[in-house]
């Protein structure tokens, strides 16, 4: 049981940073419903282990790394979970470098200046792995540093090195894919509303001409 006086030093310290928990955590389950069941389960976990909490420690990367490992807890229950493989760096340039290319190539790139990029990287994170999505999420949404997201995921800096880098290249590969299809529905709505030239052309009059003798 918790005493008293934890529990007012807990609220005190973990309260402030609830929205920015919530975010996180709407960001790793890309739903509305189940992230707040996630908040709930963070916080109710990370109350329970207060005791391990050292003082004078950040609260919210903290409270980060309580709501990270719950969602990996709730997701190996439900038996989504797959490990991050160990990429090969080399590799992973190679390809960046090659979609990056045909981008450029076939327009993409050019249609990916012009797009809203909110509502594509919202469907673009929610398509990452979680492994991957966490640490773009830590890094390039939160603005964490690859030493604090790697407290927060509790692996190597190096493993945060290699993960962000691949999270970024696919991130990169849907949102090449996604501007494809975005300009492909554009010039498809384009046909729909423009006129036909036939239905241009003036109408024949009823009226026939009234002949002459």
């Not at 709730?74 to 979609?99: H, M």
């Not at 993409?108 to 398509?127: F, G, P, S």
């Not at 773009?136 to 964490?144: K, P, R, S």
């Amino acid at each position: 049981m918790q005493h008293a006086s934890d529990v007012v030093a807990f609220e005190r310290l973990t309260m402030p940073h609830l929205a920015e928990v919530a975010r996180f955590a709407r960001a790793l389950t890309r739903d509305a419903s189940r992230a707040d069941d996630l908040v709930q389960e963070t916080y109710l976990q990370a109350l329970r282990g207060w005791h391990t909490f050292q003082e004078g420690s950040d609260p919210r990367r903290w409270l980060f790394a309580v709501c990270h490992h719950t969602f990996l807890r709730t997701i190996r229950r439900e038996a989504r979970y797959v490990e991050a493989p160990d990429d090969d760096p080399e590799l992973e340039s190679l390809a960046t470098a090659v979609a990056h290319w045909n981008a450029q190539r076939s327009g993409a790139a050019e249609i990916v200046e012009r797009m809203d990029l909110r509502a594509a990287i919202d469907r673009a994170l929610a398509a990452l792995p979680p492994h991957y999505r966490g640490v773009a999420v830590l890094v390039d949404v939160e603005g964490q540093s690859y030493e604090e997201a790697a407290l927060v995921l509790d692996v190597a800096v190096g493993t945060v090195r290699s993960r962000l880098f691949r999270a970024r290249r696919l991130l990169q590969d849907l949102l090449f894919e996604h501007a494809r299809d975005w300009e492909l529905a554009r010039t498809r709505a384009s046909r729909a509303v423009s006129p036909s030239p036939s239905s241009l052309a003036p109408a024949a009059s009823p009226l026939r001409p009234k002949e002459t003798t």
